[in-house]
């Protein structure tokens, strides 16, 4: 289908494509899927490949080798109104303790681009709080010999 490690996808309910190059010409394609769009919560065999089909119609021409289907019930937590209010922050009451996750209050909802967000929100905590104990200059840290043993 695609040699691309990481596709997203809009106009589709596969949501995103990773793909894994096995051997020589034998490549795996991992389609994620969200499993609400399902009335039985999973997606048939056919209807997926027929939607790969529909987005790469130079797949007709192959055959794969296998098709898997894995439901995976905790993948996503339900967003219900009110949700927000228990989603923890980035930092905590701990002064050197920060979080990150889709599952933290990101200002959206539990996806890639939330924990991408996440992410990089608790890095620049983290690297603000090490530019403070440590003494450095900011926008420096990145750039300083951090050792366990000195950082509080």
Not at 2 to 13: D, F, I, K
Not at 48 to 61: A, D, G, N, T, W
Not at 81 to 102: C, H, I, Q, S, Y
Request: aromatic letters at 10%; proline letters at 8%; hydrophobic letters at 40%.
């Amino acid at each position: 289908i695609t040699t691309e490690p990481m596709l997203g996808l809009l106009g589709t309910n596969i949501q995103w494509i990773f793909t894994r190059k096995i051997v020589r010409d034998l490549w795996m394609h991992t389609c994620v899927i969200s499993a609400a769009v399902f009335e039985e919560g999973h997606p048939p065999r056919a209807d997926v490949f027929k939607e790969l089909e529909r987005l790469f119609p130079e797949l007709e021409k192959f055959q794969p080798r296998g098709i898997r289907t894995l439901l995976e019930r905790s993948a996503t937590f339900e967003a219900t109104p009110g949700l927000e209010k228990v989603r923890p922050r980035a930092r905590t009451p701990a002064r050197n303790l920060f979080l990150a996750g889709d599952w933290t209050d990101t200002g959206l909802p539990s996806t890639l681009e939330g924990a991408a967000r996440s992410g990089y929100t608790a890095a620049d905590m983290v690297t603000s709080y090490l530019e403070e104990v440590c003494n450095v200059e900011p926008g420096t840290a990145t750039e300083f010999p951090y050792h366990r043993a000195e950082i509080p």
